[in-house]
């Protein structure tokens, strides 16, 4: 992977870059939409790269693990086979999903070991085996396995989980750089910087990930509870030591609005489920603000979801309608809304983007920052 700055936004320190993978190009800063278990919920393939333009989407190490399971992604020849998308993909380590498994699962020095949401079934996860595994699925970019520590989380537990996840990125890398893909394509291995909300834990994990010189870099741990205050006070302290020529990665990340303060803190790429998660629930996000479109203010509201969107369905539907199908829990109405709200997302960065390279993001982001929060 090569990661090229075009640049930086001399009010903030927002940046525009490019990254060139094995499947394609991304252009940074970059939403990725998440396809937890292959797929992207409720949007067609052709719908993401067509309709969205999103340029990489995700895939989760946990959820294929268990289902459909590897040696069914061996023998497709990895996820882009298996799932028909030709562009770039990253898979997430699995450390997340099991951080989230808290009753059912077990962490010590060699792994963790966790049972199956699906069957109840016992399985292990070690540095070693998360890296074969992502061999197999496949991903352009690959995360290293790292414990997602909870919030409020004690700074004694904070601190040794973090010397454990620096231990297991010492055994994650030597694993990478001593297998080869599998497909016929380079991948990338990213470390996490870990450390909750304590900044002298931040600043230690930023140090160590960087000393590991891989060709991008991310920041885990953030967007569990915490204020978001405290989420941009650490981005602020990682993005300080974390080296400026390669890519910055905050996972699980979030609102509109925390995206564009992010952005403006130096973060490259993001991910979330909110965009279709809240778009099943009826949940839209605007250039105006929020829609709760099941509110009965929306019942008779016949004009365009969004008049000024280049995507069909916010043009050709209307507010009424996809209220009554939310209303009705019909499966088209969470494809419309799915489709519109990452539609949004992804011309949010596009925009930040270009404000980056025109030289007026600050001014840019600060307005929107107010209009995007509000409730409509």
């Not at 990895?78 to 562009?87: A, E, Q, S, T, V």
């Not at 709760?292 to 004009?303: H, P, Q, R």
């Amino acid at each position: 992977m090569k990661f090229t700055l075009q640049a930086t936004d001399e009010q903030s320190k927002a940046r525009a870059g490019v990254m060139e993978t094995a499947h394609g190009t991304i252009e940074t800063p970059i939403f990725m939409p998440v396809g937890t278990a292959g797929t992207v919920k409720a949007v067609h393939q052709h719908e993401l790269a067509d309709d969205i333009k999103a340029q990489i989407i995700l895939g989760n190490t946990y959820h294929l693990y268990l289902r459909p399971g590897l040696d069914v992604l061996q023998r497709v020849g990895g996820l882009h086979r298996f799932n028909g998308w030709d562009k770039p993909i990253l898979t997430d380590s699995g450390g997340y999903q099991v951080y989230s498994l808290t009753e059912v699962r077990k962490i010590k020095e060699e792994g963790v070991t966790f049972r199956s949401h699906i069957d109840g079934s016992k399985h292990l996860f070690t540095p070693e085996n998360v890296m074969d595994t992502q061999r197999i699925i496949g991903a352009d970019i690959v995360m290293a396995f790292d414990e997602c520590t909870p919030y409020p989380c004690d700074y004694r537990y904070a601190k040794q989980s973090l010397d454990m996840t620096h231990r297991w990125l010492k055994r994650c890398c030597d694993r990478f750089d001593n297998t080869e893909p599998l497909y016929g394509f380079e991948q990338t291995l990213f470390p996490i910087v870990q450390g909750s909300v304590y900044r002298d834990l931040r600043e230690r994990s930023a140090e160590t990930v960087a000393s590991f010189g891989r060709e991008g870099n991310a920041i885990g741990g953030l967007s569990v509870g915490e204020p978001a205050d405290e989420m941009y006070a650490m981005t602020e302290v990682v993005c300080e030591i974390l080296p400026p020529e390669k890519p910055r990665y905050l996972m699980g990340v979030g609102t509109p609005v925390n995206i564009l303060e992010n952005i403006a803190l130096g973060i490259d790429m993001f991910d979330c489920v909110m965009p279709t998660r809240n778009a099943r629930n009826g949940m839209l996000f605007t250039w105006q603000g929020i829609i709760n479109i099941k509110n009965k203010k929306w019942e008779a509201d016949f004009a365009p979801i969004d008049a000024d969107s280049d995507l069909l369905v916010d043009r050709v539907y209307s507010k009424a309608y996809l209220r009554h199908l939310i209303r009705s829990r019909e499966i088209l109405g969470a494809q419309i809304a799915s489709l519109h709200n990452l539609h949004f997302y992804i011309r949010l960065v596009k925009e930040a983007r270009a404000r980056i390279m025109a030289g007026d993001f600050l001014e840019w982001k600060n307005r929107m920052v107010k209009q995007l929060d509000e409730r409509l």
